[in-house]
C-alpha cells in the first residue's frame, strides 16, 4: 500500500488541522492505521491509531481530547483532526500501515510527511 499525507502547514497555538492520508495500491480495509510524528531533533513517536473497522482507537497522552482519527474504507483514507494545537505538536507527521498491532509500535508502511508547525 501507498500512503500519501497532505494538510499540514503553519497555525497559531490554540488552531486547527486537518491531515489528510490517501491510499493507493490496496484496500485500506486490510490494514489497522495511524498517524506518528517526529518533532525537530527527537524520534519519532507514536500519535494515535485505529483499528481496520474504526471500532479500537487509541492516542498517546498528550493529544487526548484534542486529537481525533477516523477511516474512511470505502473513500480508501485516514484523517486526523487536530484542535487546540501546541508549539509541541510541531513536527512531520506520517500516514502508517500494518496489518495489526505493530501499527502502534513498528509499523509496516509508512507515507511520506507532512509538516505541521505551530508558532506559540
Known amino acids: 500500500v501507498q500512503l500519501q499525507a497532505s494538510g499540514g502547514g503553519l497555525v497559531q497555538a490554540g488552531g486547527s488541522l486537518r491531515l489528510s492520508c490517501a491510499a493507493s495500491g490496496s484496500a485500506v480495509s486490510r490494514y489497522a492505521m495511524g498517524w506518528f510524528r517526529q518533532a525537530p531533533g527527537k524520534e519519532r513517536e507514536f500519535v494515535a491509531v485505529?483499528?481496520?473497522?474504526?471500532?479500537?482507537?487509541d492516542y498517546r497522552d498528550s493529544v487526548k481530547g484534542r486529537f481525533t482519527i477516523s477511516r474512511d474504507n470505502i473513500m480508501n483514507a485516514l484523517y486526523l483532526e487536530m484542535t487546540g494545537l501546541q508549539p509541541e505538536d510541531t513536527g512531520v507527521y506520517y500516514c502508517?500501515?500494518?496489518?495489526?498491532?505493530?501499527?502502534?509500535?513498528?509499523?509496516?508502511?509508512w507515507g511520506q510527511g507532512t509538516e505541521v508547525t505551530v508558532s506559540s
Open positions: 485505529i483499528s481496520r473497522s474504526g471500532t479500537n482507537i
Open positions: 502508517v500501515a500494518d496489518w495489526n498491532t505493530s501499527v502502534k509500535t513498528n509499523p509496516t508502511y
